[in-house]
Structure formats: structure tokens, C-alpha cells
């Protein structure tokens, strides 16, 4: 299509030879002969552009159709390769379990399985004892470390209760002293007021006794004086 729009275009009529034929004819109809060719040549850019037009869009259309038919093509082949696979995968896990099968059936195998088994045995049970003989060790340690915390608990309690023990008897020894304290001040308190009732007593004997004297010496004067009296009356 491009090939013929540029064969129609007012260049691609244009020759070599029509410089000198241009310059060889120089009468009024070879001007008129011109003039109508430039007309026919002003023309022909409009009829190569609907040309172009049309062109691209037949080979748009083209390129779109080769497209979809290129990508309906890549689809089956994805599909037919996807269906392969799956195939031959198939094919693949019949042929394994088939062989695997056949493997089982034969005597090697099972004695070779049940060896296996045997050594899974064994090691499952060393595995245990092993376990077991380590969490016999962790609950002595743990016995032990209980035992001891008992321990230290109980003589930490026993401290506690001697203490407590020793400061109730200090105590107890405080306040016997005290009340010792306070019976032999009362006690001295008793034998000052004694002390003091048995003075009392005795200054008040000894008053009554000197009242008595003087009474005595009182009532001797009083008798005496008489005699005195007529003593003088008889000078």
C-alpha cells in the first residue's frame, strides 16, 4: 500500500527527461498542458493521505488479528504442555509406587525395614531411659535443693523462736527485777513508815513520860511551897 501511494505522489511522475522537455516546448499549449498538470499534482497529496489512512488501519487491524491468533496459539500450547506435564507426572507417581511396591515385596527390603525398625526400636529406647534417668537426676537435685531450703526454713524458725524465747525470758527477767524492784522500795517504804510510827510512838512515850515528870515535879513544888509560905509567915 505504501509502495503505491508514493508511485502516484506528483514527484514519483516526475522523470529525468522532463527538465528538457520543459525546456524544448515553449508554446502556449505546453503551458496549458503544464497548469493542468500542476492542478492534477495539487490534488494527489489528499488522495495519498485518505490512501495512508486506510493503510494503517487495514494493517492495524492486521497486527491486531496475527496477535489474537499468536495468543490463542501461546494458550493451546500452555494447555497442551500443562496436560503434558500432568501426564508425565502422573505417569512418573505410577511408576514410583509401582517400584515402590515391587521393593516392598522382596525380602531385602522387609529385612532391611525391619532392621530399621529394630534400630528405631533401640534407639527410641535409649532415648527414653536416657530421659528418664535425666529427670531422675533433676528431681534429686530438686529433692535436694527442697530439702535443704526445709532446712535452712526450719533453723531459720528455730533461730526465730530461741530469739523470741530468749527476749520473752529477758523480758520476764526485766520485769521480776522490776517488781523485785518495787516491792523491796515498797517493802522500804513500809519499814520508813514503821520507822516512823515506832518514833512517833517513842517521842510521844517519851513526851507523856515528861509531861508525867513535869506534872510530878509540878504537883512536889506545889506541896512544897506551903512549908514556905509558913516558914516565912513565922519569921
Not at 34 to 48: G, Y
Request: proline share 3%; glycine share 2%.
Amino acid at each position: 500500500m505504501r509502495r503505491k501511494s508514493r508511485s502516484i505522489s506528483p514527484r514519483g511522475h516526475r522523470s529525468p527527461s522532463a527538465t528538457p522537455w520543459r525546456r524544448r516546448s515553449r508554446s502556449p499549449t505546453a503551458k496549458r498542458y503544464r497548469r493542468h498538470r500542476s492542478r492534477s499534482s495539487s490534488l494527489s497529496p489528499a488522495h495519498k493521505s485518505s490512501s495512508s489512512s486506510l493503510g494503517s488501519v487495514e494493517q492495524k487491524s492486521a497486527i491486531e488479528k496475527q496477535r489474537k491468533e499468536e495468543e490463542k496459539k501461546r494458550r493451546q500450547q500452555e494447555a497442551e504442555l500443562k496436560l503434558i506435564e500432568e501426564e508425565t507426572a502422573k505417569r512418573v507417581e505410577e511408576a514410583i509406587h509401582k517400584r515402590v511396591e515391587e521393593s516392598l515385596d522382596s525380602d531385602e527390603v522387609r529385612v532391611e525395614i525391619q532392621r530399621r525398625l529394630e534400630e528405631g526400636r533401640k534407639r527410641l529406647i535409649d532415648e527414653v531411659a536416657a530421659q528418664l534417668e535425666k529427670e531422675k537426676e533433676a528431681a534429686l537435685i530438686d529433692a535436694k535443693q527442697k530439702e535443704e531450703q526445709a532446712r535452712k526454713e526450719r533453723e531459720d524458725l528455730e533461730r526465730m523462736l530461741e530469739e523470741n524465747r530468749r527476749k520473752i525470758e529477758e523480758a520476764q527477767r526485766r520485769e521480776a527485777l522490776e517488781q523485785q524492784r518495787r516491792e523491796e522500795e515498797r517493802y522500804r517504804e513500809l519499814e520508813e513508815l514503821q520507822r516512823q510510827k515506832e518514833e512517833a510512838l517513842r517521842r510521844k512515850k517519851q513526851e507523856e513520860e515528861q509531861e508525867r515528870l513535869n506534872q510530878i515535879k509540878l504537883l512536889g513544888k506545889n506541896k512544897s511551897r506551903p512549908k514556905l509560905s509558913f516558914a516565912l509567915g513565922s519569921k
